[in-house]
């Protein structure tokens, strides 16, 4: 039966639905109305004092339908007389450019003034008359005549009136008076685009060219400099139109640059604290006014705005206390001033000034430790120099054996820079919890309708804070922001002003890159301490192990409960680690007792570090170091006891031995592989090390055998070992035959096949799926291989033939008894051997025939493979499944 609900149940019910179908209609006419907005074309603007509707503002146009898309405006009626006259103008002011420089010479005081007089006004009074015909392109072009004839104007004034006058200090008096002149011209027609520009841009030069014309010092040109972006940034700020605020906005950034520049060298340059005071106070005036045009400027220019501001009152604070310090401690006083910064965050600062500061901070850090990582990078690969000269003698000192010609001297203080910033970063992470609460503020995004009221859409209800009006709408006066619109991450859903779907980057995250930071800076301060005070040697080798020790307790062990962020520390330790073992390491090379007391300790540090470590990746990590320190130490007992490198190519197996011992006990613990795949490098190593004696080398070849025979016990390694075992010893026996010239290897490879081919006949017998290369593979390598390479080198014709017979025979036998091995071995041997006959009449043939016929013959088998592709496919793919039928 269905149920039907209690009618006060089906009424709320009902409610509920209209509501909802409410909001979601109040959302799509606020959607509709924000596009009609956006697709109406512009209203025209009405004259001043018209007020048709009496409300100030002339009515607003019709509402269009849905989908309604503006008609494409006509073009003016007289567009080509407006380009024509807009060269015409254009052709006027080169006219008059040469006629002052040409021809002005030749007319009287009178005429002079006359002509110029007359032209440059009627420049002037014709775009008002043109600018009521509609012919703007004109008007802007004439507006450009006058702009240049002003400037002549006053040449001449210069040149005739006063020309004992001081250059400089009367183009200081011309620009600001017409400067003066152009912003009032452009203010009386507002229409014009290109007066009110041209104002700001005159207006760059008066307090400069005065500031030269008295001979001023470099700080009151600085200041001269510091006005005039001040300025415009108050024209950049409150000024009106696009191109005016554009270009008080370039004139500040280069007026603001050059004056900071000013500043700086000032600063930088000064004999003494009081002498850096003046600069400083330029440079903090700077800040305190980029600071200001931050907290009104927009979000992008704020941030520059508060980065400029920041860095300037590094370099006005820091330059103080700099100037009477020595060039080693020039960099800490500029990093606690910049490490000072942070407490804007403190502040009522508009937040993306703020965030400008906070880069500022950043950058002075970041520009102290560019100056303070290199020395410790250079102690960590200083070293590298004693692999040239391995156990020469240890040095008195660190610097002896770092073999750097830095100016230790002058880094003093990095190891302080490095700990300082290291310290700070540590705390951050240790206290991240209040660091987070402090900061939360910033972390907040300012969205459109943060100050709205309505449920599920940013500002649905009154005006927010920045002007958004209800439902994401702008407010009167006001740029429309993005309208709000439902499921778009960052604008929907309740309470979005308040930063809801916004992304940030994860608190875990950034506290790890905290730890690290730490963890990396603290210990290349250590480093680098040891180097700046030239500590002895035998306490750098002991402390750099010491260091490491501590680096694998951090790794293993971890901090803080956060386990993201805990990971990151651990991980970075385990990297320093690693990488100061590689260091103290190679240090140590420098001294005999000190490499076998360096490399013992590691080994077994790490070898600890593998057994309390809490991750299999760390794990596998200490222990594939741990065998590596242990097969270096290897090859220091050889080096000790005097013997050749082939020599010690076989106790150079010691610890490969160990590793196939040690894969056994740990069996399929993922650590395991790691630790064998490393002591198989161990063991190529010694193969490396034997190349040069033949004999040795089989030895080596064939301890390698018995290691991989030894693995290949295990089931998970037989794969692959057994079959590395099997090719290792016949290698060796082919190295140990050819090292002792032996012409007739037959006479020892078969008593080796015969047994190993019996067994692998009962092998067979008992186990009938066993398979053919298992069984019978090695016995016949073992012969038919050896006397493969000595048949290509033999000029009988004895030894090629008994080995094709034998080795057709075997083929045979293959392919009666579906045996893979002796199919394939059998046959690459008889074709082999075959080619080996044939080539000298292949060659005479090949001789013999014409140049074209061989790339014909190549070209005619393409054909004939192409034509028959698919036939050829499915012959291919017969032969392999037949071949894997095979056992």
Sequence with gaps: MEHVPPPAEELARLDRELAELDARRAQLLTRRAWLLAALRPPAPTAAPGWNPSGWGAPPAAPAQPWGYVPPKQPSAPRSAQNILLTLGGLLLTVAAVA???????????????????????GALIAPAVLLRRKL?????????????????????????????????????VASAVLAALWTAYGLALGKLRLPLPAAVVLAQWPLLFWAWAVGAPALVVGWALLATAVLDGTIALRGRG??????????????????????????????????????????LVAAAAALAGAWHAPRGFARIGGAVAGLAAVAAVGGVPAAALSDGWLVLAYLLCGLALTAVVRTRLPR???YGVLAA???????????????????????VTQLSDVWAGSPEALRSALGSTMRWSE?????????????????????????????????????????????????????????TAAHGVAAPGTAAPWPAWPGWSGWSGAGAGAGAGVRRPSGAALRGVAGAGAVVLGWGALLLAGAVLDVPYALAVA???????GLLALAVRGTGSDRGASAAVRVTALVAAVSGAVGVGVLSLASEGASYAVFGTL??????????????????????????????????????????????????????????????????????????????LGALVAVGLAVSDAPFLALVLALCGVLAAGAAVRPERRPVAGYLAAALFVLATWVRLAASEVSFPEAYTLPVTVPALVVGVLRRRRDPEASSWTAYGPGLAATLLPSLAVAWTDTDWLRPLLLGVAALVITLLGARYRLQALLLLGGAVLALDGLHELAPYVVQVAGALPRWLPPALAGLLLLVVGATYEQRLRDARRLKDALGRMR
């Design 99 to 121: 006629f002052t420089l040409v021809s002005w010479g030749s007319m009287g005081i009178g005429g002079r003034s006359a002509v110029l007089a007359a032209v440059t006004l």
């Design 136 to 172: 703007a392109a004109t008007a802007e072009a004439l507006v450009a005549l006058a702009l240049v004839l002003t400037l002549l104007d006053v040449y001449a004034f210069h040149a005739v009136a006063a020309p004992h006058t001081d250059g400089l200090a009367f183009t200081a």
């Design 242 to 283: 696009t191109g005016v605020r554009v270009t008080a906005c370039v004139g500040g950034a280069v007026m603001g640059f050059f004056a900071l520049m000013v500043g700086l060298t000032l600063s930088v340059t000064a004999s003494g604290p009081l002498d850096a005071v003046a600069p400083g106070a330029l440079l």
């Design 352 to 354: 993306n000034a703020v």
């Design 361 to 383: 901070s950043a950058a002075v850090v970041a520009g102290a430790l560019v100056w303070a990582l290199p020395p410790a990078a250079a102690v960590l690969l200083g070293p």
């Design 411 to 467: 880094l003093s203080a990095a190891p302080v820079v490095l700990v300082l910033v290291a310290g700070l970063l540590g705390a951050a992470y240790r206290w991240w919890p209040s660091l987070a609460r402090i900061t939360a503020p910033l972390a907040v995004p300012r969205t459109p309708g943060a100050g709205g009221t309505g449920a599920g859409m940013p500002g649905a209800g009154a005006p927010g804070a920045d002007g």
């Design 543 to 549: 402390g750099e192990t010491v260091l490491v020790a």
């Design 603 to 680: 080994a077994v540090l790490f070898a600890g570090a593998a057994v309390r470590a809490g991750s299999e990746v760390e794990r596998a990590v200490c222990a594939v170091a741990s065998t590596v320190w242990a097969t270096v130490l290897t090859g220091f007992a050889g080096r000790s006891l005097g013997l050749a490198p082939h020599e010690a190519a076989p106790l150079v197996l010691v610890v490969p031995a160990l590793t196939v011992l040690l894969g056994a006990r740990l069996r399929r613990n993922p650590t395991a592989l790691p630790v064998e795949l490393t002591g198989a």
